[in-house]
């Protein structure tokens, strides 16, 4: 029997996490989408603490107007403006069992604009 759509994403997100972690140095970018909304944290895996979050429900983001790529963009730069604020700037990439694509990787540009290298 064929897997469903969150099975298949679950099962490539459990693949990428024995791989992808993140440390006091390199923490890691979360992302989770939902159909609605965008959600990305920045999770240092070692302490088990959240550096920086950012979602498409914040007040700032909530505001503008646009589709639902242009605003994972500016979840995207919100992120890794607060990254930076806390001292970050190299993090690995966790695109959670999504595509590389669309608002995933709108995001990530997002993200790369605010200065944050990955």
């Known amino acids: 029997m064929a897997l469903t759509k969150n099975e298949r994403r679950i099962r490539i ?7 992808v972690s993140g440390t006091g140095t390199r ?3 979360a992302v ?6 965008i959600y990305a944290q920045i999770v240092d895996d070692v302490t088990g603490k959240t ?7 914040d007040k700032d983001i909530v505001k503008s107007k646009g589709n639902k790529t242009e ?10 403006e607060k990254a930076k ?3 970050v700037e190299t993090i690995s990439f966790d695109r959670g069992g999504y595509l590389y694509h669309g608002r995933v990787k709108s995001l990530a540009e997002g993200a790369r604009e605010a200065g ?3």
């Open 13 to 19: 997100k459990s693949r990428i996490r024995k791989v």
């Open 27 to 29: 923490p890691r970018l």
């Open 32 to 37: 989770f989408r939902s159909n609605k909304e």
């Open 51 to 57: 550096l920086a979050a950012a979602s498409s429900r």
């Open 71 to 80: 605003v994972a963009a500016l979840v995207g730069k919100s992120v890794g």
């Open 85 to 87: 604020k806390a001292g």
């Open 116 to 118: 944050l290298k990955f």
